[in-house]
């Protein structure tokens, strides 16, 4: 069963832009992605989206649809009203390239700021033993497909441009955490976390939680965790007097 939507679409670049209607046809099972592809195929050859995989794994489609931070080759049509307008804007936390594309610069320059995994010196490949608790929780943080949506509804740098300099974001945070509870790995990050990448900005909202795709327990199974170990080593006089003789 086909129908034709009101689709509303950000279109511009940095220097500006507006949204343009348009009346496109749906069919049965389709997702907002099929209808922006129809409109390149049909009325807006140049309208610039990015997009790989379609299948809610490579994190390319991320935008804000009817405000809402989602990936739209995961997003249903038929969970919107036939005559409802649906509208389709860019992430609001990253300068605009062109139309649906942003720039997300930002994510991989805090990345580089992250020290990766550490392994005891002198351990070789295929001699790595893990307890199985302790891959299932590298596991979940590992299901990040970095669509940076957490990052764009965390209203710590989506409302203020200047916090970007001092704050890496929850998709980092999971990657600290991650590598911290990796026992194996032997580098500390905390003071990093705290004093570098903002980890004391986060207030613990959950919006990041709330709009992963990978329904990965953010703040709960990350921020939370590692507010605790920085808590622990800052304030707790036995674990700072360990710190003191045994450096970790
Ligand atoms: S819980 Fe923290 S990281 Fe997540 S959106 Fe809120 S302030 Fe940002
Ligand atoms: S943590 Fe979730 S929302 Fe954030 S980048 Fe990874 S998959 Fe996307
Ligand atoms: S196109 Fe890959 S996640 Fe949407």
């Known amino acids: 069963m086909s129908y034709n939507a009101s689709m509303r679409v950000w279109r511009g670049d940095q220097d500006g832009g507006a949204l343009q209607d348009f009346t496109v046809e749906v069919n049965q099972g389709e997702v907002v992605l099929d209808v922006i592809h129809r409109l390149q195929q049909t009325q807006t050859p140049d309208l610039a989206v990015r997009w790989n995989c379609k299948a809610g794994k490579c994190g390319s489609c991320s935008a804000e649809i009817n405000g809402h931070p989602k990936l739209m080759c995961m997003t249903r049509l038929s969970t919107f009203a036939q005559d409802?307008?649906?509208?389709?804007?860019?992430?609001?936390?990253y300068p605009v390239i062109r139309d649906l594309v942003t720039d997300l610069s930002f994510n991989y320059e805090k990345a580089r700021e992250i020290p990766s995994f550490t392994p005891p010196k002198g351990l070789q490949p295929g001699e790595y033993r893990m307890a199985q608790v302790d891959v299932q929780?590298?596991?979940?943080?590992?299901?990040?497909?970095?669509?940076?949506?957490?990052?764009?509804?965390?209203?710590?740098?989506?409302?203020?441009?200047?916090?970007?300099?001092?704050?890496?974001?929850?998709?980092?945070?999971?990657?600290?955490?991650?590598?911290?509870?990796?026992?194996?790995?032997?580098?500390?990050?905390?003071?990093?976390?705290?004093?570098?990448?903002?980890?004391?900005?986060?207030?613990?909202?959950?919006?990041?939680?709330?709009?992963?795709?990978e329904n990965i327990k953010i703040t709960d199974n990350a921020i939370i965790p590692m507010k605790e170990r920085v808590a622990g080593r800052r304030y707790d006089p036995a674990v700072w007097l360990g710190n003191k003789l045994f450096r970790r």
């Open 137 to 213: 929780r590298s596991q979940e943080f590992r299901k990040c497909i970095e669509c940076f949506l957490c990052q764009n509804v965390c209203h710590v740098i989506r409302d203020h441009e200047d916090n970007k300099k001092v704050y890496a974001g929850p998709r980092f945070f999971i990657r600290i955490a991650e590598l911290e509870m990796h026992p194996l790995d032997t580098a500390d990050r905390r003071d990093l976390a705290q004093d570098h990448e903002g980890l004391g900005l986060c207030n613990i909202t959950k919006c990041c939680t709330e709009v992963c795709p």
């Open 84 to 93: 409802e307008v649906i509208t389709v804007t860019p992430m609001r936390t």
